[in-house]
């Protein structure tokens, strides 16, 4: 196997790994920014994340109502001009929270500025 | 942790009915002296009790991923089949006489606690019926 080749295959195992789990980021990053229905945050996820993050409606869904069972996410409806209400979501203060401090712990060690420079050499 | 849902209810008014018809069927059966009549009601039962069960849990799985351990589906089979057990005795048709409903009321009953030890173990793994390791997958 060409070395190439086996590197884009081990690159492709370890980001499907990496990126289990992620969604529930970049969904709570979504929310910190502000109120949005499921169409915004799928839209966010995608842009912010430069197009490594994609998801489905129905995995979205389901995460959203998880969170909803959780207390960790809550929902506003509003009237829109044709079909049924439709819910913008938001981080509840249990919510806001539990990401703080997830960031704390998992996020803010990537900004360290030994961290940084081992990341850019 | 949430108790009571959609796939439940319907879970339970088709328990509810297939109960009802079973306990009239087997009264007419009885009642004609058919064995064979109550064997095939009793048969038709379980088949249908068991198919309920399966659609309605298995949907109940992937829409709520409530860890229960199935215990949710059993508490309510075994109200119903028992409620409607002593029901039938008391309204007069042909059915179990009273120790039979009640040596099946108790021996369900020491199945239905023992379950549900085995659900309090479970929820040690579980926040407000989700799995820990799957709330963020």
């Known amino acids: 196997m060409a070395k190439d080749t086996m590197i884009e295959e081990l690159l492709d195992a370890w980001e499907e790994t990496y990126k289990k789990g992620q969604l529930t980021f970049w969904v709570f990053l979504a929310l910190k920014e502000s109120n949005k229905c499921m169409e915004e945050i799928k839209e966010f996820v995608e842009r912010a994340s430069d197009g490594t993050m994609t998801c489905e409606e129905q995995s979205l869904y389901r995460n959203l109502r998880k969170f909803q069972n959780l207390d960790i996410v809550a929902y506003d409806s509003r009237k829109v001009s044709k079909g049924p209400d439709r819910k913008y979501y938001y981080l509840t203060t249990t919510g806001e929270e539990l990401f703080k401090r997830f960031v704390e712990r998992n996020i803010m060690i990537f900004t360290k500025e030994s961290i940084i420079n081992l990341l850019t050499q | 942790m949430r108790v009571f849902t959609q796939r ?25 002296k058919s064995f ?6 009793s048969i038709v039962y379980f088949g249908l009790m068991f198919f309920a069960g399966w659609y309605y849990g298995s949907k109940d799985a992937v829409e709520n991923e409530i860890h229960d351990i199935g215990f949710r589906f059993h508490f309510i089979t075994y109200v119903l089949c028992i409620a409607l057990g002593y029901a039938s005795y008391f309204i007069g048709w042909n059915t179990e006489p009273l120790r039979s409903l009640n040596i099946g009321a108790m021996s369900w009953g020491i199945g239905l606690a023992l379950h549900f030890v085995f659900f309090l173990f479970a929820q040690k793994n579980a926040i407000r019926g989700y799995v820990k390791e799957e709330i963020f997958q």
């Not at chain 2, 209810?9 to 069927?25: E, M």
């Not at chain 2, 064979?36 to 009601?41: F, K, N, Q, S, T």
């Open chain 2, 8 to 32: 439940l209810g319907q879970f339970a008014i088709s328990a509810l009915i297939f109960t009802v018809a079973f306990r009239y069927a087997l009264d007419l059966s009885v009642g004609m």
């Open chain 2, 36 to 41: 064979p009549a109550a064997l095939v009601c």
